[in-house]
Every structure is written in structure tokens, then in C-alpha cells.
């Protein structure tokens, strides 16, 4: 079982910076692939980020590469997002995302995660 609570979210004004931070609990976060998604009203929920077990991979959504950048410390159970260059397009609720028994490998499939945050909201003004 891992349980996920997000922190960092908040108000910013386009161009500004926020990192985002996903606290897990659970002996298994160090094996699993991690992810990033996002809610924006309206829409549905979308990929953004995601991590493979050690770090040693990324794969980002076209909208965000070049300005956000996921990481992770196995050490502390703790996955990061850092947003910059944020857009008004940003705007959305940010939820980590924990990959099932076995995903080591990151991924942009929602039904690879079993396991979801509560989700931050990241607003951003133009």
C-alpha cells in the first residue's frame, strides 16, 4: 500500500516558479515508477511527468518539456515537480500519481498508477 500527500501548490503570476512535492508512504515507493498529472477545469485529466524507479529516466507532455522537471529521492520517499515559466495554461489541480506493483518504467497511462494524492491547486494569473 502507498499513500501519496501533495504540497507546494498555490497562486503565481505567469512567468513565476513552483515546486511541487509528493510525500509517500509505503516500503515499495523506491521500486515503483512515479508520476505527475493535472485537472484543469473542465478537462479531463492529463499526463504531465513522470519517473522511472531510480530516477534514471523522465518523460514529459509536450506542453511542459523544457520547463518542468520531475525528480525523485528515494531516500526520503519523495518525488518533485519544478514548474517554471509558468503559463495561465498551467491552471489545474496537480495529482501524484504512484505506478502499480511492478512499474518500474516510466509511464503516460493513467491505468499503469494505482495510486493517486489528494492533488494541489496550482493557479496561475496573467
Known amino acids: 500500500q502507498v499513500q501519496l500527500v501533495e504540497s507546494g501548490g498555490g497562486l503565481v503570476q505567469a512567468g513565476d516558479s513552483l515546486r511541487l512535492s509528493c510525500a509517500a508512504s509505503?516500503?515499495?515507493?523506491?521500486?515503483?515508477?512515479m508520476g505527475w498529472f493535472r485537472q484543469a477545469p473542465g478537462k479531463e485529466r492529463a499526463f504531465v511527468a513522470s519517473?522511472?524507479?531510480?530516477?534514471?529516466?523522465?518523460l514529459y507532455a509536450d506542453s511542459v518539456t523544457g520547463r518542468f522537471t520531475i525528480s525523485r529521492e528515494n531516500a526520503k520517499n519523495t518525488v518533485y515537480l519544478q514548474m517554471n515559466s509558468l503559463k495561465p495554461e498551467d491552471t489545474a489541480i496537480y495529482y501524484c500519481?504512484?505506478?502499480?506493483?511492478?512499474?518500474?518504467?516510466?509511464?503516460?497511462?493513467?491505468?499503469?498508477?494505482?495510486?493517486w494524492g489528494q492533488g494541489t491547486q496550482v493557479t496561475v494569473s496573467s
Open positions: 500519481a504512484g505506478g502499480k506493483s511492478g512499474l518500474r518504467t516510466r509511464s503516460d497511462v493513467q491505468t499503469t498508477y494505482d495510486y
Open positions: 509505503g516500503r515499495t515507493f523506491s521500486s515503483r515508477a
Open positions: 519517473i522511472n524507479w531510480d530516477g534514471s529516466s523522465t
